[in-house]
């Protein structure tokens, strides 16, 4: 069972959409799995009974100063800082996450050509050719 809390000033999360905006969810999705990923934000996933476990022990105050701490059963207390939401995606990361989205989507090589043309967007005369990329796979 959970004990009462709010992640970004609502109850935890009960949907895969609701994990994606849950401090709380993202923190013991790490724990678990070692990061976020689409692959842990299901319902599967989420109602695991270790997440719930862990979402049941689980408090989280929204703070300016922003950290993590994790008390075990043990007493032992770890702490960090959590950067903001802006500094956390850096290119490399970027490009990581866009390709675990967009290629289960729209398949690999459409993937790496969508990333081509947005990169020299400046560039680009018409839309058609990215529209047309991004339309899913049938």
Not at 9 to 24: G, I, Y
Not at 58 to 74: C, M, N, P, Q, W
């Amino acid at each position: 069972s959970r004990i009462s809390g709010q992640t970004t000033k609502r109850d935890f999360p009960t949907t895969e959409l609701e994990c994606k905006f849950s401090p709380a969810f993202v923190a013991i999705a790490a724990l678990v799995d070692g990061q976020l990923t689409l692959d842990n934000c299901t319902r599967d996933f989420l109602f695991r009974p270790d997440v719930q476990d862990l979402l049941g022990r689980t408090t989280y105050v929204d703070s300016a100063t922003g950290f993590i701490r994790v008390l075990t059963k043990e007493g032992e207390t770890f702490e960090s800082a959590s950067r903001p939401v802006r500094d956390l995606i850096v290119p490399d990361e970027s490009l990581v996450k866009f390709f675990a989205c967009a290629e289960p989507i729209v398949g690999k090589e459409r993937a790496v050509r969508i990333n081509e043309i947005v990169s020299e967007i400046e560039q680009l005369g018409s839309v058609r050719e990215l529209t047309a990329l991004l339309t899913p796979n049938q």
